[in-house]
């Protein structure tokens, strides 16, 4: 009797390498952070050898600015559902930051790619577009709230940053674990926001 054929790993087979690849990367970062892993790594959770990757991204800082461009794409498709909620400017920085919190909390993975991976834009450039594009939806936002261009900046820097840091918080435990504490999160960002923009106009 001939012995059973082994099958290869599926990975070896699917016609989309490029996004198993991603996803074997995320699951990763999942476990170890954005600088936890290598690209062979990644060629072998995808069930593919590690010469695979190189059809399609040139190092692992390729693969991780891939990733980090749809992390900022997905918080722009997040920031525009919860700024179009509102005609207030200070309203609608307020859900931004709530929906910054949310973002980090669901997507853990995305959030530490696009914030702690230490990518260079200036080497990829649909990086540096992807960033911009979240800017150039909350700026004008911003600037509703005060005309000069700089003060927009800042406040929004402001905003943005109080709810970095109350995301980062969430995520390290300190105001507890489970949906509640991502709802007093979040609510608590809103506050954060409003107070932020009240301090704006005085």
Do not use: C, W
């Not at 995320?26 to 990644?42: D, I, Q």
């Not at 997905?74 to 920031?79: A, C, L, N, S, T």
């Not at 649909?126 to 700026?139: I, K, N, R, T, Y």
């Amino acid at each position: 009797m001939s012995s059973p054929v082994k099958r290869r790993p599926t990975g070896r087979h699917h016609g989309d390498l490029r996004n198993a690849l991603l996803r074997a990367a995320l699951e990763l970062v999942a476990e170890r952070g954005p600088h936890g892993f290598t690209l062979a790594e990644a060629s072998r959770r995808a069930g593919v050898s590690v010469a695979a990757p190189y059809k399609h991204f040139a190092d692992r800082e390729t693969l991780l600015a891939e990733l980090a461009t749809r992390g900022y794409r997905e918080q722009r498709d997040r920031f525009a559902a919860a700024v179009g909620g509102s005609e207030d400017p200070a309203e609608q920085l307020a859900s931004f930051a709530s929906a910054y919190v949310r973002f980090a909390a669901e997507e853990p993975a995305l959030f530490d790619i696009t914030f702690n991976a230490g990518l260079d834009k200036s080497r990829f450039a649909e990086l540096a577009s992807a960033g911009d594009e979240v800017a150039g939806l909350l700026l004008p936002v911003a600037r509703r709230l005060t005309p000069d261009a700089d003060d927009a900046f800042d406040l929004l820097l402001r905003v943005a940053g109080a709810a970095h840091g109350l995301a980062v918080f969430l995520r390290q435990g300190l105001f507890g674990v489970g949906s509640g504490a991502l709802a007093d999160t979040e609510e608590r960002a809103a506050r954060t926001a409003r107070a932020i923009t009240r301090q704006q106009d005085a």
